[in-house]
């Protein structure tokens, strides 16, 4: 069950301003991954659904959290189905992320009263995922499908709209600003944050610094 309620989890996206996503098929890396953004000051992190057994990893991985990092807001994304929804859901997840839009996932979240986020990626999409109940939308891959220009374009008829864009985002002083500015509500970032070589060489101190570098520029701008 989850630990947080939906409202709890759009208002801590937006407060933090940056949410990891992250996978990997070693739980123990994982641990240390979730415990540098921590310290870091990241509150919401996204366990993505992207490997056989992902979610016997985060079952492990978020029974951790919970004593070791009790703030810290543990959510699934890459969820494109209603089972898979249904399955992280009872592992404790507090939120699914989706790249798309899936009337079932919406279905078993809204039953469950848990934050979900469908990949958008038109002002009729956004739309869509309004009416099925989302608070936080996804823009995905949001590089591609316009950058911060499209989200301030979106925001001009559609103000009331909460948008992450995930994709061609980086923890960069020019690109967090022009996201922000534009009026984001968030903002997911994986790679950017967790370089292979730094994985390799088991360096989570770069990641808690890269971590906290990144949300001091979210709170210049915001």
């Known amino acids: 069950m989850a630990r947080f309620t ?4 759009a208002l801590k996206m937006k407060e933090t301003g940056i949410i990891p996503v992250f ?8 641990k240390n991954v979730v415990k540098a953004c921590y310290a870091g000051g990241i509150r919401v992190f996204e366990f993505t659904n992207r490997g056989d057994f992902a979610h016997e990893v985060f079952s492990e991985l978020n029974k951790w959290a919970i004593k070791e990092c009790p703030e810290m807001i543990m959510g699934v994304g890459s969820v494109i189905d209603q089972g898979t929804a249904s399955l992280y859901i009872q592992l404790g997840s507090n939120f699914i992320v989706s790249p798309l839009i899936d009337e079932g996932t919406a279905k078993v979240c809204n039953q469950r009263k848990i934050a979900w986020s469908p990949g958008c ?8 995922a309004h009416e099925l109940g989302s608070e936080v939308v996804k823009i995905f891959p949001g590089s591609s499908v316009g950058g911060p ?7 001009g008829p559609m103000p009331w709209a909460s948008i992450m864009p995930t994709g061609g985002v980086q923890p960069t002083d020019d ?3 022009a996201w922000f500015k534009a009026g984001v509500h968030c ?3 994986g790679s950017q944050l967790f370089p292979k070589d730094v994985l390799d060489k088991g360096d989570y101190q770069y990641i808690t610094d890269k971590c906290a570098e990144a949300l001091s520029i979210v709170k210049k701008y915001r």
């Open 23 to 30: 996978y990997h098929k070693d739980t123990e890396l994982c």
């Open 121 to 128: 990626g038109s002002v009729t999409e956004i739309n869509r």
């Open 187 to 189: 903002v997911g970032m």
């Open 149 to 155: 220009d499209f989200v301030s374009s979106v925001k």
């Open 175 to 177: 690109n967090l600003k």
């Open 6 to 9: 939906r409202i709890e989890v």
